[in-house]
């Protein structure tokens, strides 16, 4: 995809000096040409550092992001435990718990299956101007899809949940009242069987058409279009099926968010409800990348992340002036990251401050940061993220 983007950029520069430029699809996002330059962004943290080899956390720089897909090595990485070495000439996907015959999948099984191609952007649900919203990023995923092997294995009839176990595992506090237990535990999620059963749910063992990197779940990760982060399974050694909801620390403690709903919103308004709710489907989000100037131009990239849900705008406001709408790159699917430019005209010497936001086609608006003051819980923070650049 990038080196197709590069393509229809050479192809832009010819055409536009042809004068045919009106011929090419408005807001295909190229890489930095020769006569272009980023304009700098005052916001940053200093001790933002991404794409760090040794941290245990990998974040994208997104004022790199230059295309559709996140080459592997910068794709941002997360993980609880520390990152496992799973052997891919002996591994195993085991299916276990109500299934109708027990069964394990090598590698070479799943390649011989049906394999799918889904381009799916996603992001951590921690992610948050603090990270600078590099907790995210956009691949193209390949492998099986999950409803064709649980078909292959049969679903008992008493299944309604199926839990994702990764490889990794290690000592984790598990929290009963007021005790604590020291345990081994497994990262695990899960979701219901219905879901499970869409067609969008991938068995995935390539990322942008290379092997899984060990970073990203090697030999084998689960995939869920739309979904945050932590619902995409890395290491996947084991599928249960079981008839009980599952309720290990990344599913029913860790991931979780606490917002109050109805009344004031004050602590003590009865008329204020306290709800708990599962990490599940992204909530939509808008991000301003990058700012480059081009031949005197300036034009703002940026990503949305969200459900799937078509989307109905995303517009860009400079400095709390009117809304201007963005244009939505050619190249976007429904599960990739949503790439948008907007042409910022009359862009004058000094500071500004530039935020993005977008509404979907049912008509789910982005919040601000305001809006979200009833979250109690850091994750799933989808707030307007207004950014500061500088103007040479
Ligand atoms: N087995 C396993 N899978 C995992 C995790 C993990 O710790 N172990 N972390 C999850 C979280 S919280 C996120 S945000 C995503 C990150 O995926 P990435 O590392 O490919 O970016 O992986 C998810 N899958
Ligand atoms: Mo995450």
């Known amino acids: 995809m ?3 983007l590069t393509r229809r950029e050479t192809l832009r520069r010819g055409l536009a000096a042809a004068g045919l430029l009106a011929l090419i699809p408005e807001g295909a996002i190229p890489a930095l040409a020769d006569d272009e330059t980023d304009v700098p962004f005052t916001d940053i943290p200093k001790s933002f550092n991404p794409n760090n080899p040794n941290a245990p956390t990998r974040m994208l720089d997104i004022r790199k992001i230059d295309g559709m897909l996140t080459p592997k090595d910068q794709f941002f990485a997360i993980n609880h435990f520390s990152r496992p070495d799973v052997d891919g000439a002996s591994y195993k996907l085991k299916f276990t718990g109500m299934v109708n ?24 649900s921690g992610n948050s101007p603090r990270s600078v919203q590099g907790l995210s990023s956009c691949g193209k ?13 049969g679903v008992g009839t008493a299944a309604r949940e199926v839990v994702f176990f990764g490889a990794d595992r290690g000592p984790q506090d598990v929290v009963f009242r007021q005790q604590t237990f020291k345990l081994e535990q497994q990262f695990g999620r899960s979701c219901t069987l219905e879901n499970a059963l869409k067609p969008e749910p991938l068995v995935a063992y390539a990322l942008n058409g290379d092997p899984l990197t060990k970073e990203q779940g090697f030999p084998v990760r689960l995939i869920m279009p739309g979904w945050y982060g932590v619902a995409n399974v890395k290491w996947l050694s084991e599928i249960h099926l079981q008839e009980d909801r599952y309720l290990g620390n990344f599913q029913a403690r860790w991931y979780r968010t606490l917002r109050g709903v109805g009344g004031t919103g004050e602590e003590k308004d009865p008329a204020t409800q306290w709800v708990e709710s599962e990490i599940t489907h992204m909530q939509l989000k808008a991000v301003i990348a990058r700012v480059r100037k081009s031949a005197g131009a300036y034009q703002v990239l940026g990503f949305v992340l969200n459900d799937g849900t078509p989307l109905k705008s995303v517009e860009v406001q400079v400095d709390g002036g009117a809304w201007q709408k963005a244009t939505l790159d050619s190249s976007n699917s429904q599960y990739s ?6 042409r910022w005209e009359g862009a004058t010497p000094g500071e500004h401050t530039i935020v993005a936001r977008a509404t979907d086609a049912k008509g789910t608006a982005q919040p601000t940061s305001a809006d979200l003051s009833r979250k109690k819980t850091f994750l799933e923070d989808n707030g307007q993220f207004p950014r500061k650049v500088m103007i040479g």
Do not use: H
Request: proline share 0%.
């Open 101 to 124: 015959k027990a069964a394990g999948f090598s590698l070479a099984d799943l390649k011989a299956m049906k394999s799918n191609d889904v381009v799916v952007g996603f992001e951590c």
């Open 141 to 153: 995923f390949t492998g099986v899809r999950l409803s064709a092997l649980l078909k292959q294995v």
């Open 2 to 4: 990038i080196e197709e």
């Open 337 to 342: 990251w949503k790439l948008f430019t907007y």
